[in-house]
């Protein structure tokens, strides 16, 4: 489609075209941000940037699918911030525009070799989205009130189990309850690269009885005896900000030092490293099959990932997520604007963040073991 | 008044203002944690979030779509709850279940097929929009001018004809203003559902329309945004009300 | 032109678009749920949707009608009691009528926001009577779905005393102050002329609100719990799925959804054609 097309083309026929950004809309730095300073950006390469708020990534996921079915092909879906589960439910339908990603200009940045960029949930990109930032599945506690926190996530499960009621988790299909039981299925089963990665009934059978007998032991001594849990990360993030529960969970530590900074959740706040790291994955922009301005969307695509604005990106002042970019392919000056880059007063460094980092199992594990924790562990 | 009387209607002013009392404190609130009874932090930063979010254009967009869903639904459930009052319809009843019917339709319905088909029609974004808000604003304004008419006493206009009117100046000058005010408790509710849809206007509408629900229901998925939130929302109840007000008074004067 | 044509005429422009709408959206999820048009693979006659969802489809059936029939019951009772307030003969609160008139307009989004921060373990009401989380009952996301109903109870009562108010306004008081004066007694005047008038319109919007909570999401999502769930809940979840394959699932659960509330209708219209003032 897009492939080995001069990039001078695509930016022609950019000039001009409205692109309309589909992204979850509660994260009030990164909308400040793609209005600010992204947007304005666009405008100088002759692309006007539409930003629709949207409630849940699915929504976005919702409208190109319906467009994919009737055939439309000048949809009002033109770029989509995905995360891996709303990517390969995508992949499944034909829903995004492929072969486009690797030949943006800026992506002599990225290392190629990457494995966050090169598989999404194990789904391989292969082209089909452009990577926007990096992110580490992160445990959040709060130092007052565990001033000894445990190192690992065996160590955090009977810490809950000690101190009963103080500690639990949102309800998977929920995306960071999900991760949440992906992450105890490897602590589980004797740590990181134990499960295959890729999904089959047998290692399904092998391994997931450990990890719902483990969470089933532990759910009497979670919030409320776990006779329920809190249906999203919102809902937990709440209980931890009214100092119902000590910890807290989430896939997008940027959104910390803002909660901390406008008083949602205490100063002594933390983020919680643990010994045998976490899963880590990059999210991305997706461009629809059905959209109509594709080379409006690839423009922005490649605009999002150079490096003025991925620093400007990372900035914890402005969003604080962690770049895509492998610095060392950077001009020097490029380069320097990251190094100069003020620390997170709560978020730890991604080199530090990301120690040990695991790879995100496929996709295809997700809804057998969201389908599983529920029948054994919720209602069983 | 009796002791009793006035302690239920105290009662129901707490029933009705009660849960609004926390968005009220919240809106302008900097800072609020628990368990402090009061917020800790006062000050306008929800005010400017919303502002910065869109509210402005947002809450035009949806005033517009409110009142567009209320010039159509209003004057369609009216003639349409004139002839139900009556014995005219064949298969009155059968007609009315039909006008009730979209009440069935759960709103995320519309994601399971309908918008597809509107897609492939080539169904214009807006024209889709307020085709199915209004549709999903009918059995209100139907049931509330059935209802009216039912109750209503046909003998003032007969009266009028009596004297020599007109049948359409009977029409003008006697029903409707006799029927003002379930006609604004009509316009007002369809208003309502064009002014307050999120899953319609997003998805039959493709994003285009970025209205006041979509920011309240965006800035609601996270925590932290509670001020914002309650700006917003209290924004989504001012202009009805100032409409409720102002269609009052209107009706009134007649 | 003849009454019956007139009629016809007049029920026509509101009757097409409906029937054409409802019509449309029954028929594309009934075929969706029939694995007919599949996001995914090929079109496919089958009921293998109908069989995953069976399981959970009476717990979710049961609940949402147990929570739809408690908010109904609350909302009719209350906002009769508004609308009787707000319409009375003597001493006509003005008051409480322009608050139900505060309420309608609160998007059921932002109804559920605001219970949330009234009624949670650590929310306004809880903090207000100096009760700690561990004491305060489990209102929100509780096994009772306290927080749902009173969210459903208080936008609904307002909504039951707009409608019923509008008849009583324009009725009741000439017919009360006519029977007054030919002696009856208050109770009598409410058994007798205001509680008549009245029960079309009281029948009328009660069912509207049992439909509306039988088939509206938001406020069972945010205020409630993750198991069991009500109908649109499991619906809205099975639709969300990553597995697109589960999607006809969504609208099995959609389609119960839409059928139920039919009945109600169906059976509500029947009631109320007994009611004297309905036809």
Request: proline content about 7%; hydrophobic content about 50%; some cysteine.
């Amino acid at each position: 489609m897009a492939a080995d097309r001069p990039w001078d083309d695509v930016l022609a026929e950019a000039d001009g075209q409205t692109v309309d950004l589909w992204m979850y809309g509660g994260e009030e730095a990164g909308n400040a941000y793609v209005d600010d300073v992204l947007a304005p950006a666009a405008a100088e390469l002759g692309v006007t940037l539409r930003r629709v708020p949207v409630a849940d990534t699915g929504d976005a996921l919702d409208r190109v699918l319906s467009e994919r079915q009737a055939g439309v092909t000048d949809g009002e879906v033109d770029l989509v911030w995905v995360n891996g589960e709303n990517y390969a439910a995508g992949r499944q339908a034909g829903a995004w525009l492929c072969d486009w990603a690797l030949d943006l200009p800026n992506r002599r940045y990225t290392d190629p070799a990457d494995p966050l960029l090169t598989d999404d949930f194990g789904v391989p990109v292969e082209g089909c989205e452009s990577p926007w930032h990096k992110a580490q599945f992160t445990l959040v506690y709060d130092s007052a009130r565990v001033p000894e926190p445990p190192t690992t996530l065996a160590g955090v499960l009977d810490w809950a189990q000690a101190n009963p009621g103080r500690f639990t988790h949102p309800a998977p299909p929920d995306f960071t309850g999900s991760v949440f039981v992906r992450q105890v299925l490897t602590s589980v089963v004797g740590g990181p690269g134990e499960v295959p990665l890729e999904f089959s009934q047998e290692a399904y059978d092998e391994y997931a009885p450990a990890l719902f007998e483990r969470l089933a032991t532990l759910s009497p001594a979670l919030w409320r005896g776990g006779e329920t849990y809190p249906q999203s990360q919102q809902e937990l993030d709440r209980l931890f900000a009214d100092g119902e529960v000590d910890m807290t969970m989430t896939y997008g530590p940027a959104t910390l030092a803002d909660l901390v900074a406008d008083g949602t959740f205490p100063e002594t706040t933390r983020v919680l490293t643990l010994e045998e790291g976490t899963f880590g994955n990059a999210s991305f922009l997706a461009l629809p099959s059905t959209s109509g301005d594709s080379a409006g969307a690839q423009v922005v695509a490649d605009l999002a990932l150079s490096p003025e604005q991925q620093a400007a990106k990372a900035d914890p002042g402005t969003w604080g997520q962690f770049t895509v970019l492998d610095t060392g392919r950077l001009e020097d000056a490029d380069r320097a604007a990251f190094e100069e880059l003020p620390a997170s007063p709560v978020v730890p460094p991604y080199a530090e963040l990301s120690r040990n980092a695991q790879p995100e199992l496929s996709a295809d594990w997700v809804s057998p073991l969201d389908e599983g924790w529920r029948r054994s562990v919720l209602a069983p | 008044m009796a002791l009793g009387t006035r302690l239920g209607r105290a009662a129901l002013a707490v029933w009705l203002l009660l849960p609004l009392v926390p968005l009220v404190l919240w809106a302008a609130a900097d800072r609020w944690t628990a368990p402090a009874v009061l917020p800790q932090a006062w000050g306008t930063a929800g005010l400017r979030d919303a502002v910065d979010s869109g509210a402005g254009t947002a809450s035009l967009r949806s005033t517009v779509l409110g009142l567009v869903v209320a010039a159509l639904a209003t004057p369609l459930g009216a003639m349409a709850g004139r002839a139900l009052a009556g014995s005219g319809v064949p298969a009155g009843g059968a007609v009315l279940a039909a006008l009730l019917s979209p009440l069935v339709l759960p709103p995320f319905a519309v994601a399971l097929g309908l918008d597809v088909l509107l897609l492939r029609l080539r169904v214009p974004a807006s024209v889709g929009v307020v085709l199915l808000l209004t549709v999903a604003a009918l059995p209100y304004t139907t049931v509330l001018m059935r209802t009216a008419y039912a109750a209503h006493d046909p003998g003032f206009e007969e009266e009028a004809r009596t004297l020599g009117a007109t049948a359409r100046r009977a029409v003008l000058a006697v029903q409707l203003p006799m029927l003002a005010p379930a006609l604004a408790g009509a316009a007002f509710l369809a208003f309502l559902v064009g002014w307050s849809d999120y899953v319609v206007t997003l998805l039959v509408g493709g994003g285009q329309l970025v209205t006041l629900p979509l920011l309240v229901a965006s800035a609601a998925s996270s925590v932290g945004n509670e001020a914002q939130v309650a700006v917003l929302s209290l924004g989504s109840v001012l202009p009805p009300l100032a409409l409720l007000v102002a269609v009052g008074l209107l009706g009134r004067r007649r | 032109m003849t009454p019956r044509r007139r009629a016809v005429l007049l029920v026509l422009p509101a009757l097409v678009p409906v029937a054409a709408v409802v019509g449309a959206a029954l028929v594309s999820a009934v075929l969706l749920s029939l694995g007919l048009t599949p996001l995914v693979g090929r079109p496919e006659l089958s009921l293998d949707a109908w069989r995953a969802a069976a399981g959970d489809l009476g717990t979710a059936t049961r609940l949402s009608l147990g929570i739809a029939a408690a908010s109904t019951v609350l909302a009719a009772a209350v906002g009769l009691a508004l609308a009787l307030a707000a319409t009375a003969a003597v001493r006509r609160s003005r008051l409480l009528g322009a608050l139900a008139a505060l309420t309608i307009p609160v998007p059921h989004l932002v109804g559920a926001a605001a219970m949330g921060l009234l009624l949670a373990d650590t929310g306004v009401l809880a903090r207000w009577l100096g009760v700690s989380p561990d004491a305060w009952p489990s209102l929100v996301g509780g096994p009772w779905w306290v927080a749902v109903v009173a969210e459903y109870a208080w936008k609904e009562s307002a909504f039951v005393a707009l409608v019923v108010g509008g008849v009583l306004a324009s009725r009741a008081r000439s017919y009360g102050e006519t029977a007054a004066l030919l002696g009856a007694g208050r109770w009598a005047r409410f058994r007798f002329v205001t509680l008549p008038l009245a029960a079309p319109a009281l029948g009328g919007a009660s069912a509207v609100t049992f439909v509306y909570t039988l088939g509206s999401y938001e406020v069972a999502a945010l205020l409630g719990r993750p198991y069991p769930e009500p109908l649109p809940v499991m619906a809205v979840r099975l639709a969300g799925s990553i597995d697109l394959a589960v999607r006809p699932q969504a609208a099995a659960v959609a389609v119960t959804t839409a059928v139920l509330a039919l009945a109600v209708v169906l059976l509500a219209l029947r009631a109320l054609r007994r009611l004297s003032a309905w036809h």
